[in-house]
């Protein structure tokens, strides 16, 4: 019999053959070994532009375009390599100073290895998709060296040799391999080729092997600018030396390993989650876990140990005599910790004096309450999953910076303090602490060691001037991760040629008129607020014969123009939305589309996409229909200029009576919806008024609300409802649609019991008609205000809608729990919402406008596109609120006034007060209120706050209070906000 | 763990280090089983397959209907065809794939390979000189990484040949695939040739076979979503793979037949007349 064996030996290509064998565990804890095998070759480039050798044998794809070099002939020179150079980082390189090859001073020409790639792949995803974004960029040259395929640079792991240490050997293998292959490009002065690595070990290898290498900081020091970016090269640079000290000197507890929390959450005695941080006190957090109902408390600094908001992590339950109720207290970082020295770390005590007293006071208060309080169950943190470290906006803090530290240019250590409160201070290393103070900048969390009681990160770059426009704008914007770079050119191509002389084209034969229908001669119009560029929609009715009504809503045709899958339909669906702060918007398509060629202006042909029902005199549909079609809107009204035309009895035109028309359709749709169990919710909205010149803030004004607002609403909800039955029925799985889930009666506890005991009042939440009817009897005579206050608590107990694929949800759970209706999408507004430019495309899919496209189709793809808008609408949302809250403080400044405010949440050191007139909400400690501090009793369970000694006052809650609303900057947020001071309690 | 298919247009080189157009090392030989009618052992870079065939033969007892054949026109029971049948089965060690997992009897996917190469084999195979009869195809999958139907098919010409069934000419099969994903719906994909396991799972692909240096194709096998216009290429791409495979396979046929006369187990000229062994 023949054998079968070593076939591959006796094969006389074998050497060029060879395998990649290694280990991996599968989610579910199992251990496989795999086998790849490895085709090693000697036509991969070295993609220099000097190497003509390589050119010659430059690979080609498919259709014989061969593959473009990437490598300059005259890279910049250094210090060092004065000749010029090529860098060759390792994957720490790229793992610990991303932002440092992002710069554009510095770092050109870059020979990524493949080995390095896949090790970055591996550590971390994000920043593997940046370095594969730098590859792509054309201006930076890096180039994608694939050493593990070409045979010179294969490196074998020999027996016994870790992975690190193989793929080590391998980088200084391509880096000689490079060194010697362009030393032969004959006549010209060849580049040097630098390995750069954070490994000491490794560098001293190289250089005994005759390389070039350097570790990152000596390489940056021989940059020109090079003090700089040294603050960019982050701490973990001296792992080693941090590792030298004694384990005693650990203030955190140790994570489990990996395998121990995998098996501890799947036996049930681990729990994995999102770890939150209070708003109101940073060293309480909480953790939703999909065993319990109610969220875990996490409490002090040891419990939470190291984890930072938003962190994926794994908690222990903790027994029984350790649960605590969640504190009453308000504790700040910034006010317990102020004085702490950011060098000095090891001398002091891991929990703070302070932070123990106050830990104290949390302690007596419970246990004098065991009787009658309800303790909830409380957890640690174990270990980290993913941490959620992104780059973070903030300053300086004054405080922790030393005298020498503002002159010289000596490394110091200060404490950066985030605009998000609920992220730690950072500690930071840099040597421009007196350019920096006073300036907004940019960090990144490096790491955070058991050692080390705050989190070590590394400057990346500076905004601007605290306070100045456009250094918050841009934080602002950062921090809510909001893209705002310009769009890149390959969008731009996407758009159309004639630029803004586009027409609707005259011939109704052109492909543009296929199947579109003629709307032009209809009375359409628009309304939208005052100087809105963006007009999305337009309405118009007409009377039938029958006696009944046609209404046709008319949305513009996004569609048209942004065509699947293109590079504008990318950055599109990246965006996700539109962005309104008070003095800018980021849009989510170019200007020329939203604010010109799609925009529904007036006196112009318009593209559009029309929905038309019949509707009887008290707005039953009777009938609907889709079209995509060409408008030509009338007039484009404000809010106020309908209302002023509608209320106008002298004007009788045919556009008037049709408004008239949709009004009381509207009214009758509204009661309709109602009825149904609509809830009218509540959030405090102002609106900043600007100088028109100067774009000052001047004053600020509580929205007002018009029946010609509400009219549009109604007409849209009916849109979006209408499309949303539309589309789910031709694609039942993959249909893009928006829900709100009814809140869990839980999210209402705590509401209801404040409604009860301080007002007699019964909330009663079984449906959201229950609710709606129940919110309607909490009014106070005396207090108009009352009703609305409730209204706004009751909106925070809510859960927020979001948008799904219908596939991944029953029916039942499709329904709108606020709008009370069973199915929704996001239709009417395409040139500010992705959602409903998907949405678009469904429905023109459905009525066979066009033919389906794969990616409207494939329910992965559109999963993901919902998980990202639904980020991106929660994200627009918080910046827009934060640029509002921002410029208040801004309209306020060096002004005081007397305003009345509502206390809405009493904690046993201080109370919120919510201030109508400004929409904004403040906290008042105790400390605030008098010189000395008072002494105070708190009584959680009338929700009654009592002081004693130097101010005597009490304080309820949902009471109305008189306060002094002043600005303030936050000496240590950096942030100017509003300060209030109690004046009186009526 | 390595990078996955999207670096490709980084250095346009695929997961294993292949170009877009090449083939991984396939490595053949016959007559491994001494016993057998006709055997053959065939490897795919890293997919392994074993084949015997047996007969033709008088059709034994009918066993039960996990066999995929084909031929045999007329169908009577109890044999009486007028065409030999071809039967197929295949059996898949558990441990040829990385998960440990033992395929039943009844498992569809490889009743439909059975039924595939049962047919591709029967249009090749002059079938109609055996009447009454049956030809047994066994293969055995010993390892599997990818394009696993058409190392089967090779498998099963070669084992043919073995065997010495008169038949019109090879039939060689390989895959081609497209380097992006059906969603990401990429203009530019360069079409691939022979994927392995992880290209076979991350993006479309197809199988193919032709009948020897023609262009007539006597298989294909599209399981995944791919767009219209990407399939051309993909087709000719796996067609011209076919005629390198073939040219592969009879280049082993030849070396084997080279050998035996050396070795004197045939003698020249016995039936081999009309065949140039150099």
Known sequence: MASLKRSLDADPLAANISNKIYVRSTKSGKVQKIVREVYLRQDIPCSSKLCQKCLALAPSDAAGRPIPFVLSDAPAGTKVFPQGHYLVPDTNAFLTAMDLFEQESAFYDVIVLQIVLEELRNRSLPLYNRLISLTKSEDKRFYVFFNEFRLETHVPRQEGESVNDRNDRAVRKAVSWYSDHLARVKGKTVPAVVMLSNDRDNVRKAKQEGLNASSLADYVKQLKDGEKLLDMIPETEDRDMIKEKKPGDNLYPEYFSMSKMMTGVKSGLLHQGIFNVSPYNYLEGSIRVPAFPKSLLILGRENINRAVDGDLVVVEVLPKDQWKEPSTQVIEEDAITKNENPDAEDSEDFVSEKERKALQEEVKRTQSKTTEGHPQPTARVVGVIKRNWRQYVGHIDQSSVSQSGQQGRKQDTVFVIPMDKKIPKIRLRTRQVAELLGKRI????????????????????????????????????????????????????????????????????????????????????????????????????????????????????????????????????????????????????????????????????????????????????????????????????????????????????????????????????????????????????????????????????????????????????????????????????????????????????????????????????????????????????????????????????????????????????????????????????????????????????????????????????????????????????????????????????????????????????????????????????????????????????????????????????????????????????????????????? | MPLDTSTYSLGLLRVDGRRWNELRRIHAQIRTQAAADGSSYLEMGHTKVMCVVTGPTEPGPRRGGNVGSAGGAGAASGGQHKDAEVLVNIVIAGFSSVDRKRRGKGDKRTLEMQSTVANALAASLHIHLFPHSQITISLHVLSQDGSLLAALINAATLACVDAGIPMTDYVAACTAGSTSTYAANDESADPLLDLNHQEEQELPGLTVATLGETDRVAVLVCESRVQVSRLEGMLAVGVDGCKQVREILDRVVREKGRKMIQEGTVERGTGLNDMDVD
């Open chain 1, 442 to 986: 940019l960090v990144t969390i490096d790491a955070w060691e058991r050692s080390s009681r705050h989190p070590v990160g590394h400057f990346v770059r500076s905004l601007g001037e605290l306070e100045t426009k456009a250094a918050e704008t841009e934080a602002l914007l950062l921090e809510y991760d909001v893209q705002y770079r310009p769009f890149p050119k390959t969008v731009l191509d996407c758009l159309p040629k004639e630029g803004h002389d586009w027409k609707v084209p005259a011939s109704m034969d052109d492909p543009g008129w296929k199947d579109r229908q003629d709307l032009r001669d209809l009375l359409i119009c628009s309304i939208d607020p005052i100087g809105c560029q963006d007009i999305d929609d337009a309405l118009h009715s007409r009377p039938l014969p029958n006696g009944n009504f046609e209404v046709g809503v008319h949305i513009a045709d996004v569609s048209h123009f942004v065509k699947p899958n293109n590079a504008m339909d990318m950055e599109a669906s990246i965006r996700g939305t539109t962005v309104y702060l008070v003095d800018k918007r980021i849009d989510m398509l170019p200007m020329l589309l939203g604010t010109d060629l799609c925009s529904l202006k007036p006196y112009v042909e318009r593209y559009a996409f029309s929905v038309i029902w019949e509707m009887t005199p008290d707005a039953d549909v009777v009938g609907s229909k889709f079209t995509k079609s060409v408008i030509k809107s009338r007039e484009a009204f404000s809010y106020e200029q309908a209302q002023l035309r509608v209320d106008d009895e002298s004007q009788q035109d045919d556009l008037t009576k049709s408004i008239r028309t949709l009004l009381a359709l509207s009214k009758k749709l509204k009661q309709k919806r109602l009825d149904a169990g609509a809830l009218s919710l509540s959030s405090p909205e102002v609106k900043v008024q600007m100088e028109s010149e100067t774009s000052d803030p001047i004053d600020v004004k509580t929205k007002e609300l018009l029946d010609t607002m509400s009219l549009v609403e109604e007409f849209m909800l009916l849109a979006n409802t209408s499309v949303a039955r539309r589309i789910y029925e031709a694609f039942p799985q993959t249909a893009i649609l928006r829900r709100h889930g009814a809140p869990p009666k839980t999210n209402f506890d705590e509401l209801a019991n404040q409604l009860k005991v301080k007002r007699g009042l019964d909330l009663s939440v079984e449906s959201s008609r229950a609710l709606a009817d129940s919110l309607d009897r909490c009014v106070d005579p005396k207090e108009p205000f009352f009703n609305t206050l409730v209204r706004i608590m009751a909106t925070r107990c809510m859960m927020s809608a979001e948008y799904f694929c219908s596939g991944t949800q029953a029916y039942p759970e499709f329904r709108h729990y606020g709008l009370a209706s069973e199915i929704y999408t996001h239709f009417t507004s395409p040139i500010r919402r992705y959602a409903d430019l998907m949405a678009h495309r469904q429905l023109a899919a459905a009525i066979e406008y066009e033919a389906v496209h794969p990616s409207v189709r494939s329910r992965g793809r559109l999963e993901a596109v919902c998980k990202n808008i639904n980020v991106r609408h929660r994200n627009a949302q918080l910046a827009g609120r934060a640029s509002i809250a921002y410029y208040v403080g801004q309209a306020l400044r060096g002004k005081a006034t007397e305003e009345d405010g509502f206390v809405m949440k009493i904690f046993s050191n201080g109370f919120v007060v919510l201030v109508p007139r400004f929409g904004i909400e403040s906290l008042i400690r105790l400390r605030d209120l008098a010189e000395t501090e008072p002494q105070a009793t708190f009584d959680a369970e009338t929700y009654t706050l009592e002081t004693s000694g130097s101010r005597e006052i009490k304080v309820e809650l949902f009471q109305k209070v008189r306060v002094r609303v002043t600005d303030q900057k936050d000496e240590t947020t950096g942030k100017r906000g509003v300060k209030m001071e109690l004046v009186s309690t009526y």
